[in-house]
């Protein structure tokens, strides 16, 4: 059984739209993330080429414009980061008008490939993020033995299980499949990318970061408690987010005064890896674990930016506290509009939910916050206040939910 055949990528209307309007796209993501199936199953007809192959990536190297020459139409490149040098000589073909090739690129990790893809390829492609599974994607899978049920302790079982597409469509054992998966591609790409002199601080640099999940990052706390500098520190994050292990949520403050926290906040591209790194393996230890709240958010944040990359959406996504205390979870901006959204993992709503978005609301320009929500872990959907209040994952389509969501919560 594989993925390619089950499940349909909610981002696949997004690739051809960009297909029909770029000779090239560029398809960043994570590795494991679907990248390869998803080029392969939506573009049958171009060739495949896989640059991880020592053999093609020493052809490409050694004569890029006979190695182009092969494939006319274009072609899928995979894993291009490891031969950037391409990018140029793609340029060449793009740019002959005698010529028409479309090139659909893949890329995991590397900070410098942004930058390379931008400058060799400014205004010849249109980039797009894929991240692991939505829910609404997984709900596709029909030959799951054990296929996840819409019921609010089910969550649980998707925070440690995570998300991505190989560990759900064969059903893999996900403390196998993390192990693998850090030794394998994280630690391996880490390597290559940065210095790491010690693997050992870095594993527990892994570790201490999925403890502060869904929190503002303090660099030098981290360097202090693992015994590096905090230069360090942001050179190992900043990788991460450039791997897309990790991403940031940037504060809100645009006109809001001076008292507010200004650092992002970090969350995991995959919360079965959160999970992992922490030691949780079952559905009952999140549920019991201090960091249950924060996985939980990571979840939903993690959702909404799906949601928002696979529309090909720039994310926008903030979130907002001041130095009184005063927070809210997640800001969704759409031009001027702003949609405050509180995260609880509590199956019962509480009125003290209701205050960050209250105090939010009394200090943005009337008219600007739209459709405020809590999203919360128990059964019932509502409105109060004028905000409304909802466990997503219990309606039938979440996607919908989500994509609505992005939209300011319709």
């Known amino acids: 059984m594989t993925d390619r055949l089950i499940i349909p990528r909610a981002i696949a209307h997004s690739l051809h739209a960009a297909a029909n309007e770029y000779p090239v796209v560029t398809i960043f993501g994570p590795r494991q993330s679907g990248k390869t199936t998803l080029a392969r199953m939506e573009f049958p007809h171009l060739a495949y080429r896989s640059l991880e192959s020592p053999d093609i990536r020493y052809a490409a190297m050694l004569d890029p414009r006979g190695f182009l020459a092969d494939v006319k139409e274009g072609a899928i490149l995979d894993e291009i980061q490891r031969t950037p040098e391409l990018l140029s000589y793609i340029q060449e073909i793009v740019d002959d008008p005698t010529r028409s090739a479309q090139f659909i690129l893949t890329g995991s990790h590397q900070p410098l490939l942004h930058q390379a893809v931008g400058q060799s390829l400014a205004g010849r492609t249109a980039v797009l993020t894929l991240l692991p599974f939505t829910f609404e994607e997984i709900k596709h899978i029909k030959a799951l033995q054990s296929p996840l049920e819409l019921n609010k302790h089910d969550i649980f079982k998707l925070i440690i299980q995570g998300q991505y597409p190989r560990l759900i469509a064969h059903r893999l ?44 990052v303090n660099y030098t706390s981290l360097g202090n408690d693992i015994g590096v500098s905090s230069a360090t520190i942001k050179q190992w994050i900043s990788v991460l987010k450039a791997s897309f292990i990790l991403f940031e949520l940037a504060p809100y403050f645009e006109n809001v ?140 389509d979440l996607q919908l939910v989500m994509t609505e969501s992005s939209n300011n919560l319709h």
């Not at 903030?318 to 809210?328: F, I, L």
């Open 257 to 396: 005064g001076k008292r507010v926290i200004k650092s992002p906040k970090i969350y995991f591209t995959d919360t079965g890896l959160a999970a992992f790194l922490l030691g949780l393996r079952t559905a009952e230890q999140v549920r019991r674990d201090p960091l249950r709240g924060c996985l939980y958010e990571n979840l939903i944040v993690l959702e909404v930016l799906k949601a928002r990359l696979n529309k090909g959406f720039r994310p926008e996504l903030y979130y907002y506290r001041d130095t009184h205390g005063n927070e809210v979870d997640l800001i969704i901006r759409e031009g001027r509009r702003l949609t405050p959204v509180e995260i609880k993992s509590a199956e019962t709503f509480n009125h003290e939910f209701l205050k960050g978005i209250s105090n939010f609301k009394a200090i943005i320009d009337t008219g600007r916050v739209c459709r405020p929500a809590v999203v919360y872990n128990g059964n019932e959907r509502f409105s109060v206040e004028g905000v409304s209040v909802f466990n997503p994952f219990l309606h039938d």
């Open 173 to 216: 054992d996900p403390e196998r499949f993390y192990n693998a998966y850090v030794a394998t591609y994280l630690e391996r790409d880490m390597r290559m990318l940065v210095n790491i002199r010690d693997l050992n601080r870095f594993q527990q640099f892994l570790i201490l970061v999925a403890g502060r999940v869904g929190q503002v």
